[in-house]
C-alpha cells in the first residue's frame, strides 16, 4: 500500500490519495481524494505501508506534531519502505528575497511562503525546514535519506526529500529521539526551557496515541 497524504486536486496512480473533506477547504475547487480524513488521525497495521509521500503538507505540523507523525509512519511502513517529503526551503526562500537583485514584492511572496497562505485554519505553516535540518530530522527517527532535489515554482524554492527506513524502532526508541531532537531548539537547560520541553513532549505523545500502528 501506497499512501499520498493531503493530495489537494493533485491525483498520483498507485496511491491511496487521502485529503480533507471539500469543507475544510476555502480556496481548492474539486476533491480528486479515494478518502477524506484528517491525516493526523489515520493508523495502519504495522509494516503494511510502502510508501508516504506528502507535498507541501509537513510544514504545516508543529514540530513535536511532526516528530510524533514520523515515529507513527515509521510504525507503519516495512523496513526498506519509503518516505517522500517535499516543503519549502526556508533558507534559499530568504536569501532569494533579499538579494539586491529580487524583484521588487518577493519579500512578501517569500513571506507567504515561509509562513503559509492562510485562507483556512489549516493554512498556516508551523515549522521551516532546510535540507540539513530536515535530513537531520529523519536520521534521528531511524530513516537513511536517499535522495534531495532542489525545485522552483513560481518564483519560490522547494525541495523534495526520499528516506528510506533503516530500522525498526520501538515506541520509547522514538520517544527519546523526540527528546533529543526537540532538546535540540532550547535556548538553555534552565527551569522554563525544561518545562518548555516537557510540554512539546506531551504534544508528542498525545500524537502519537493518535497514528501509532494498530496491532495485527
Known amino acids: 500500500m501506497k499512501l499520498h497524504l ?54 504545516h505540523f508543529e514540530r513535536q506534531v511532526a516528530c510524533a507523525l ?12 519509503t518516505l517522500h517529503l517535499e516543503v519549502p526551503d526556508v533558507v534559499r526562500t530568504w536569501l532569494a528575497a533579499l538579494s539586491p537583485f529580487a524583484p521588487k514584492g518577493r519579500s512578501f511572496l517569500a513571506a507567504r511562503h515561509i509562513f503559509g497562505s492562510h485562507e483556512a485554519p489549516w493554512a498556516a505553516h508551523r515549522e521551516g525546514y532546510s535540507p540539513r535540518m530536515l ?22 524554492h522547494n525541495f523534495e526529500m526520499t528516506a528510506r ?19 535540540r531548539f532550547l535556548v538553555d537547560t534552565g527551569e522554563s526551557e525544561t518545562r518548555l520541553l516537557e510540554t512539546w ?11 501509532w500502528a494498530v496491532e495485527r
Not at 484528517?38 to 495502519?44: E, I
Request: glycine share 12%; with cysteine.
Open 6 to 59: 493531503g493530495c489537494g486536486e493533485r491525483y498520483l496512480d498507485g496511491y491511496v490519495n487521502i485529503d480533507f473533506p471539500p469543507s475544510e477547504h476555502a480556496v481548492q475547487t474539486k476533491s480528486v481524494a479515494d478518502q477524506h480524513a484528517d491525516v493526523l488521525g489515520l493508523r495502519y497495521p504495522a509494516g503494511s505501508v510502502e510508501e508516504v509521500r506528502l507535498h507541501h503538507v509537513f510544514e
Open 165 to 183: 527506513k533503516a530500522s525498526a524502532l520501538s515506541r520509547s526508541e522514538y520517544e527519546a529521539a523526540a527528546r533529543r531532537f526537540l532538546g
Open 135 to 156: 535530513g537531520g530530522m529523519l536520521e534521528a527517527f531511524g530513516f537513511a535519506v536517499a535522495d534531495t532535489r532542489r525545485n522552483h515554482w513560481r518564483g519560490t
Open 70 to 81: 514520523l515515529a507513527g509512519w515509521g510504525s507503519w511502513l516495512r523496513v526498506g519502505g
Open 201 to 211: 513532549m506531551a504534544g508528542y505523545r498525545r500524537q502519537a496515541d493518535r497514528c
